[in-house]
């Protein structure tokens, strides 16, 4: 799960309900129209895909890979391990407060953290689900491809650099990475 996910569940949940920006008041319908969202997506929108959508993990480990949507660190403020990270980003979902899922779609939005900084070449995937299309199985099949996609170019990145297997800032360690 990313923040397209997070911005178009907070938009059909939460509309122009006031929530406090650190920048002072938005509102995820605004976000959400001013980050490209139409009104044929959300009147199509079912209660279902909402469902999908919020189940969705933050942090998946296939093999040595951490798959992550933005390089940011944030992930590390909401757990230890991915289990705790996924656990809470669900139950803030569920508790269904817009401030809270405010603050996790912001802190999904921030990217670069790995930049610069000596880790290897993350893989992310910054693009708008398809759920709103239609059908939850165009998104699962989207979301598959977009995994196997990131996959092969971590092993792609992995053999360009076999000494370093970490994707963390330098002078951090994650609990999450590859020994």
Excluded at 68 to 86: C, F, K, M, R
Excluded at 105 to 125: L, Y
Excluded at 142 to 156: E, H
């Amino acid at each position: 799960m990313g923040n397209h996910e997070l911005l178009l569940i907070g938009a059909k949940r939460f509309g122009d309900t006031p929530v406090n920006s650190g920048a002072g008041t938005a509102t995820f319908q605004a976000a959400w129209l001013l980050n490209g969202g139409q009104k044929q997506d959300m009147d199509r929108l079912q209660d279902v895909h909402l469902q999908w959508m919020s189940r969705l993990d933050a942090v998946v480990r296939e093999d040595d890979h951490l798959l992550v949507h933005s390089d940011t660190t944030a992930y590390l403020e909401y757990g230890e391990t991915i289990e705790d990270v996924n656990d809470t980003v669900h139950e803030i979902l569920n508790r269904n407060d817009a401030d809270e899922v405010w603050d996790v779609f912001r802190k999904f939005t921030k990217r670069f953290a790995f930049r610069d900084d000596g880790g290897r070449r993350p893989s992310r995937s910054c693009s708008p689900p398809t759920a709103a299309a239609g059908s939850c199985t165009a998104t699962a099949r989207s979301r598959t491809s977009s995994a196997r996609s990131a996959r092969r170019t971590a092993r792609t990145a992995e053999a360009r650099s076999s000494t370093d297997r970490t994707c963390t800032p330098t002078g951090s360690r994650s609990p999450w990475t590859a020994e």
